[in-house]
């Protein structure tokens, strides 16, 4: 299962067990029917049955991602980010992260979950983050973090948005996570936990777009669930240029 491998890898990360909402471990299968009509990738997948096994999950990515070139991981719940950073934050020096996501995922809890990876990010990690399009119970994170409100990024034009990112990122390597709930569940609510609220889809694709330009050492997709899609996937659909972006940067980006 494991490659040392040099050139770039895909990894699968079929998880949900610490969701209240079960589907999330579903999704990377769905998407990987979707993506793979040329596909040339290197690629790992990894799945998960139960909540009691989700710790030695976690270390099992870690050590996929210090094996290996994870350029791009489709979840699969959140909580997958925080090993990959773990392990490429020893790679990598002064590694800063850009957040899409509707909620901030840092209670002060301790145990690493879904909930609480941004809060050990910070703890364990030190690594400073940028949220986009943050929404939910912002006052209970653990403390002050930096937002770029979807409000503003809405009114304001792709290239406001882009700046304000930009000035945050300074020319440091970043690692790219988006979790879908970012989006606004009314164009967009196959996710385990919709908040009202947040990014238009087209913004979003805008926004993406213009991140994957300035070239991330890595960047996650996360939280689709399927068994919040219709039958014929129309949801998914939507989303596709935006799985399409990140799949063809992880193939180019080397
Ligand atoms: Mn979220």
Not at 69 to 76: C, F, R, S, Y
Not at 155 to 181: A, G, H, M, V
Not at 245 to 253: A, P
Request: with cysteine; proline share 5%.
């Amino acid at each position: 299962m494991l490659h040392s491998n040099i050139s770039s890898t895909i990894l699968y990360a079929c998880c949900d067990s610490t969701s209240k909402v079960m589907g999330t471990a579903l999704g990377p299968e769905i998407i990987r029917n979707k993506l793979k009509n040329n596909n040339i990738a290197h690629e790992i997948k990894v799945s998960v049955k139960d909540k009691k096994s989700s710790f030695d999950y976690c270390k099992q990515i870690e050590r996929i991602a210090e094996l290996n070139n994870i350029k791009l991981t489709i979840g699969g719940e959140h909580l997958i980010t925080f090993p990959i950073l773990v392990a490429m934050a020893r790679k990598i020096s002064k590694l800063k992260l850009v957040i899409f996501d509707a909620h901030h995922d840092a209670y002060p809890y301790p145990i690493s979950t879904h909930y609480s990876l941004f809060y050990h990010v910070w703890l364990e990690l030190k690594l400073p983050m940028f949220f986009i399009g943050t929404r939910y119970e912002v006052e209970r994170s653990f403390g002050s973090i930096s937002i770029l409100d979807w409000q503003d990024i809405e009114s304001q034009s792709t290239r406001w948005s882009f700046e304000k990112i930009c000035n945050f990122i300074d020319n440091s390597p970043f690692y790219l996570s988006i979790d879908l709930d970012v989006l606004n569940p009314s164009q967009f609510k196959a996710v385990s936990a919709p908040v009202p609220g947040g990014l238009s889809i087209k913004k979003c694709i805008t926004l993406v777009e213009e991140i994957l330009k300035l070239n991330p050492v890595g960047a996650d997709i996360v939280e689709y669930n399927p068994l919040r899609d219709g039958h014929d996937l129309e949801m998914l659909e939507k989303i596709m240029p935006i799985l399409s972006n990140l799949y063809q940067w992880s193939l180019n980006g080397g």
